[in-house]
């Protein structure tokens, strides 16, 4: 079946560690997408692609890094920059790049200890 | 700025009776999107319904419907006969457009709804 992977679904990390979660998706869609949720509040945009090779800076970059060197594949990297990474995480994709309606993978749940 | 608003933290309705969850965007820009998806406890975001900011008519995709009110810049959900399955977190969402860079989608705050049987 077509959709999106993430993977963990949870992960614990120490202070001071880096982290990298998995997003793979056999859509064949050319963009892709992380949030960020935080309880009792809505999604935030960390960073998107539109194409291979190519990324932008959502609203929330710092402490995040992400690579988009195949099209199935955009694994998103929780540095230890990020003051406060404990969150859930959503990856996403969408077919073009002014095409709206975002796939959604189940998520990854992240806490720091 | 472009923003999506959603007013109503958590709301309750009775099982079979309909119920409308708002959201109320800002944007300058002539061409956009609205959407909205639900939330399950699980986590996973599921589509439910979208309207374009050039459609003529609202929405509809069976018990939801969204009341698209250009001159309020408003787009509200409704759910006719709610269902037990129906609690969830809703959320708005406005696509923006990014010169050069397609787009992305913006999200309001989310409601929560309730269904009682």
């Known amino acids: 079946d077509g959709g999106i992977t993430q993977s963990p679904k949870y992960l614990f990390r120490k202070e001071g560690q880096n982290v990298t979660l998995s997003c793979e998706q056999n859509?064949?869609?050319?963009?892709m997408y992380w949030y960020r949720q935080d309880p009792g509040q809505g999604l935030r945009l960390i960073y998107y692609?539109?194409?291979?090779?190519?990324?932008q800076k959502g609203d929330i970059a710092e402490g995040y890094s992400v690579s988009r060197e195949k099209k199935e594949s955009f694994p998103l990297t929780v540095t230890s920059a990020q003051k406060n990474p404990t969150a859930f995480y959503l990856c996403?994709?969408?077919?073009?790049?002014?095409?709206?309606?975002?796939?959604f993978g189940e998520g990854s749940r992240l806490t720091v200890l | 700025a472009q923003k999506i608003t959603q007013t109503q933290p958590g709301m309750f309705v009775q099982e079979k009776e309909a119920v409308t969850l708002d959201c109320t965007y800002d944007?300058?820009?002539?061409?956009?999107?609205l959407f909205w998806y639900k939330q399950p406890s699980s986590g996973e975001m599921i589509f439910l319904i979208y309207?374009?900011?050039?459609?003529?008519q609202n929405a509809t995709e069976g018990r939801y419907s969204l009341n698209f009110q250009k001159a309020r810049k408003s787009a509200n959900l409704v759910i006719s006969a709610s269902q037990l399955g129906d609690s969830a977190m809703y959320f708005c969402a406005m696509r923006v457009a990014i010169y050069n860079q397609g787009g992305k989608l913006i999200f309001g705050q989310g409601t929560e709804l309730s269904v009682k049987p």
């Open positions: 859509l064949n869609h050319d963009a």
């Open positions: 692609s539109q194409i291979v090779n190519d990324f």
């Open positions: 996403a994709s969408s077919i073009g790049r002014q095409t709206g309606e975002l796939f």
């Open positions: 309207q374009g900011s050039y459609d003529q």
């Open positions: 944007t300058s820009d002539p061409s956009y999107g």
